[in-house]
């Protein structure tokens, strides 16, 4: 089941815009209940405390911000390490013998199809392809089930099986991020954070309302944006702002190219062939039986 799309410009926007038009009823609940002379007791009190709550929430959602922020750039890393260990190793793979490069080809070629077409969309659900695993295995028993014979094999096995140790460390990287996205105690503590500090806000009575609504409306609005990033940064690969498969695009187009060419090398072997042995059998009917 798909979770409410929280981190999307639509949803996000319309529950900052709600949030607004709430804190900014509840002023004119209190005010109208309570008039500002009465409120101008409390400041005092509600100043000094107001700066206290600010000064912790300010630091607590700053601090959330910029954790999201770091986990969607380790995201974006994790997929770039992974698309790039990939590539090697099929790189990697042109110094082994025909059959074994033409399987670890095909197999590297499977896994990056899967992963951009399929995979990518569930992620959004904080799920994993089990087919895209499937080629991840088949690709590490490909690998190691493999023995070098030459000295340099030797050397090229070394590097295919460090470009698969990062793979493999990468991809996993990758579907833990995408697993776990803001934890629920995280947001509980940033909501009723914000619905704290909003509150204080209502114990200052200024004699002009319109002023006072426009700083409470301004002070949700820039808490509700924060936590808009929070939805946004916090869930790497889901939402209108996430990681894209840009890097397996590329290495998708790269494959094909070499794949494509290696088919037409390998009928255009095989039609030298056949011409060859055409032009043999012609010329061994031409040949007079006296020849012979």
């Known amino acids: 089941m798909d979770r409410i799309a929280w981190d ?80 090697n190793i099929f790189e990697l793979a042109d110094g082994l ?16 199809h899967e ?49 698969l140790s990062e793979f493999t460390d990468a991809r996993r990287d990758r579907l833990v991020l995408a697993a776990h996205g803001v934890w629920p105690a995280v947001w509980f503590v940033l909501i009723v954070g914000a619905v704290c500090t909003i509150i204080f806000t209502y114990f200052f009575g200024l004699t002009d309302l319109l002023s006072q609504i426009i700083m409470t409306a301004g002070v949700s609005l820039l808490i509700g944006l924060n936590l808009l990033l929070v939805a946004f940064y916090g869930y790497p690969f889901s939402g209108d702002v996430k990681v894209y498969p840009e890097e397996f695009i590329r290495d998708e187009r790269i494959f094909k190219d070499v794949l494509g060419q290696e088919t037409k090398d ?17 010329l061994y009917l031409t040949v007079p039986c006296s020849s012979l």
């Open 8 to 87: 999307s410009y639509l949803v996000g926007g319309l529950v900052v815009l709600v949030g607004v038009v709430i804190s900014v009823l509840g002023l004119l609940a209190v005010r109208r209940r309570v008039n500002a002379a009465t409120l101008k007791h409390y400041h005092d009190v509600a100043s000094p405390l107001l700066s206290v709550v600010g000064t912790l929430y300010a630091v607590l959602l700053g601090l959330i911000v910029v954790d999201c922020m770091g986990k969607f750039q380790q995201a974006h890393f994790m997929v770039g390490q992974e698309a790039n260990a990939i590539a």
């Open 97 to 112: 013998p025909s059959q074994k490069r033409t399987l670890i080809h095909q197999l590297c070629m499977d896994y990056v």
């Open 115 to 163: 992963v951009r077409t399929n995979e990518w969309s569930l992620m959004n659900r904080q799920e994993a392809s089990p087919k895209a695993q499937k080629d991840r295995v088949a690709l590490y028993k490909a690998c190691v089930m493999w023995e070098p014979q030459t000295e340099s094999q030797k050397a090229i096995y070394s590097s295919l099986l460090t470009e």
């Open 266 to 282: 390998k009928t255009a072997l095989s039609q030298q062939a056949t011409a060859r042995m055409e032009r043999y059998g012609k």
